[in-house]
């Protein structure tokens, strides 16, 4: 059945998606709040639209499907292999378009063969793009979040740091940014003298009967914010995290892995050089890798019409490996976009690690295309 307001192709749009071996989802339009804030990502918690319930619970217009599809997978208790398809509105805060719009996809649970799920999302992505936005010229640009943490762990660097980086992939200008307090500690926020000198002498016990003493000369609570040993952890942390210099080698290396961007029929060797030059050992990310780009080959994708660019990533913090999107024009007007979010199922309940890949269509940027505008 076609919605109120889908764009005139969606009936078709939903043929095609039950072709290729999904089972169609209703999700509701309320959902609870918690999942997309806790999982979803700064970029997307910002745009939600919030409301609350009358006993208190924290709701929202349902912001994007992958979320509330892998929760009610959970809540049914369906066996996997399972592959879900669905069409309907989605409500976010956008600078330009309508906050309320339609998005179509799939979302793949359980297939254990992950680089033949991978290469099905991608070749159905570029396949239903084109197909609805007939005569464009597509590009399809992927990513490797898991690629790029292999590399950020060979580099050495504290788990802090590793936590900050991969937590920024994708958003290039903080990257950049990190990259540049690698380079050159910033000693300018300081904290005061006698918080400093506990933490030169790495004085954690210190440094905690300290801050439990100002805590008390101030009548500050400890029940309404941090204990005086969580602020002491952070605070010990936080220094580590200054102090953390990355040799000229191990900054090169990354520059270097961030600057690659190859048609994807170089890319397995553009990447093994990169490792090699680099004298990092990345080969179980490198064999996902490869895997990925022979499965899009046995389906007859050509390679050298898409790109990998190292630095690519998307604004959802939920994926994990593969990440990609269909775009159009010189302006790169994203016409479909998704990833692999493995993590994702366990942490919204799943009692077993359940690996998953998805993607979306953007329903009316293709109208869009379709009308030539």
């Known amino acids: 059945m076609t919605q109120f307001g889908a ?11 039950a072709a290729r071996e999904t089972n169609r989802v209703d999700i509701p339009l309320i959902q609870p709040a918690e999942p997309f804030l806790d999982m979803a990502g700064e970029d997307l918690r910002r745009r939600i639209f919030l409301t609350e319930s009358e006993t208190g619970e924290s709701l929202c217009l349902r912001p994007e499907f992958t979320i509330p599809v892998c929760r ?46 991978d290469a099905r999302a991608v070749s159905d992505a570029r396949a239903l793009a084109a197909e609805f936005a007939p005569g464009a010229a597509l590009t399809i640009t ?39 307090r690698l380079a050159s500690p910033d000693s300018s926020a300081a904290p005061d003298g006698a918080v400093a000198a506990f933490l030169a002498a790495g004085d954690a016990a210190g440094l905690e009967a300290h801050i439990e003493s100002v805590m008390e000369a101030t009548g500050y609570s400890t029940h309404a914010s941090r204990s005086p040993a969580e602020i002491t952890a952070r605070l010990m942390d936080k220094q580590a995290l200054a102090a953390t210099r990355l040799s000229a080698a191990s900054l090169a290396a990354l520059k270097s892995f961030l600057a690659l961007d190859v048609t994807l029929d ?35 994708e050509d390679l050298a019409t898409m790109r990998w660019r190292a630095a690519f990533g998307r604004p959802l913090d939920y994926y994990t490996g593969l990440v990609f999107e269909v775009a159009v024009g010189e302006a790169g ?3 479909a976009g998704g ?12 009692r077993e690690p359940i690996p998953a890949v998805g993607f979306s269509l953007w329903l009316d940027r293709i109208e869009t295309v379709r009308a030539g505008r």
């Open 72 to 117: 009610a997978h959970i809540a049914e208790g369906v066996a996997t292999p399972r592959r879900y398809a669905y069409l309907g509105e989605v409500f976010r805060q956008r600078r330009d378009g309508s906050s309320e719009f339609f998005q179509a996809g799939v979302e793949d649970l359980g297939e254990p063969d992950e680089a033949r799920a």
């Open 142 to 180: 992927l990513g490797d979040q898991s690629v790029f943490e292999a590399v950020v762990a060979g580099l050495g660097l504290p788990a802090g740091w590793q936590k900050r980086l991969i937590h920024a992939f994708g958003n290039e200008q903080a990257l950049r940014a990190m990259i540049a």
């Open 266 to 300: 170089r890319a397995a060797a553009a990447l093994s050089s990169f490792a090699r030059d680099a004298g990092l050992d990345i080969a179980a990310a490198q064999a996902r890798f490869e895997a990925r780009l022979s499965a899009l080959a046995a389906r007859g």
């Open 333 to 335: 007007l994203v016409l």
């Open 339 to 350: 990833g692999r979010y493995d993590r994702l199922m366990a942490l919204l309940g799943a």
């Open 7 to 17: 764009p005139a192709f969606a009936a078709d749009l939903a043929r095609a998606l």
